[in-house]
T-cell receptor, first 121, second 112 residues
Framework: GAGVSQSPRYKVAKRGQDVALRCDPI?????LFWYQQALGQGPEFLTY????????KSGLPSDRFFAERPEGSVSTLKIQRTQQEDSAVYLC???????????????????FGPGTRLTVT | AQSVTQLGSHVSVSEGALVLLRCNYS??????LFWYVQYPNQGLQLLLK??????LVKGINGFEAEFKKSETSFHLTKPSAHMSDAAEYFC??????????FGQGTRLTINP
């Protein structure tokens, strides 16, 4: 497989509830990404970690969204006070660490987990 | 800013026919380009990637793509479609900032 597990696979939340989505990549892969995929759309970047450092969170749609990776392995995406527009599939991806050159590192591919389908009612 | 446009949200071909899925990119710097496939209720699976080593890239499952700088295109092809190719296909671009920018996707249907 892709070496990324996500849980839960499906989550139904009532509007206003808080949710936590988990991503567990194979250990040793230092970079981790979160994407949001709305129905019928391509995935959109949310945030990115290198080890435990959150280097880019420019894609988080609002301050209700929060991501963490405290020990540089498992990551959690938390959504507070969920809204209907938060309904989507949330994808987690790992990027292979290590490279022969800086150019190869930039082109390292990302491997995706199965996603968590969040439905807000 | 980088962007990707996939022409045709839905493509339908007969089994055994040529598959052509179109992708055009916009990037101010040399891009790195990817094609991913997504089966229902699954994550994205990497088909192939372009990293400037060769303009014709071969991927898994018999797919290939050709990078054409003059046309800013990276179209995905397969000579003979199989029923198992039915899925959603996404083109994506990155320039080294590492986050992927995806197109809207093309749903491929294979007719028996």
């Amino acid at each position: 497989g892709a070496g990324v597990s996500q849980s839960p696979r499906y989550k139904v939340a009532k509007r206003g509830q808080d949710v936590a989505l988990r991503c567990d990549p194979i250990s040793g892969h230092v970079s981790l990404f979160w994407y949001q995929q709305a129905l019928g759309q391509g995935p959109e970047f949310l945030t990115y970690f290198q080890n435990e450092a959150q280097l880019d969170k420019s894609g988080l749609p609002s301050d209700r969204f929060f991501a963490e990776r405290p020990e540089g392995s498992v990551s959690t995406l938390k959504i507070q006070r969920t809204q209907q527009e938060d309904s989507a599939v949330y994808l987690c991806a790992r990027m292979i660490a290590g490279a022969l050159s800086s150019e190869v590192l930039w082109a390292s591919e990302q491997y995706f987990g199965p996603g968590t389908r969040l439905t807000v009612t | 800013a980088q962007s990707v446009t996939q022409l045709g949200s839905h493509v339908s071909v007969s089994e055994g026919a040529l598959v052509l899925l179109r992708c055009n990119y916009s990037s101010s710097v040399p891009p790195y380009l990817f094609w991913y496939v997504q089966y229902p209720n699954q994550g994205l699976q990497l088909l192939l990637k372009y990293t400037s080593a060769a303009t014709l890239v071969k991927g898994i499952n018999g797919f290939e793509a050709e990078f054409k700088k003059s046309e800013t295109s990276f179209h995905l092809t397969k000579p003979s479609a199989h029923m198992s190719d039915a899925a959603e296909y996404f083109c994506a671009v990155t320039r080294g900032a590492q986050k992927l920018v995806f197109g809207q996707g093309t749903r491929l249907t294979i007719n028996p």
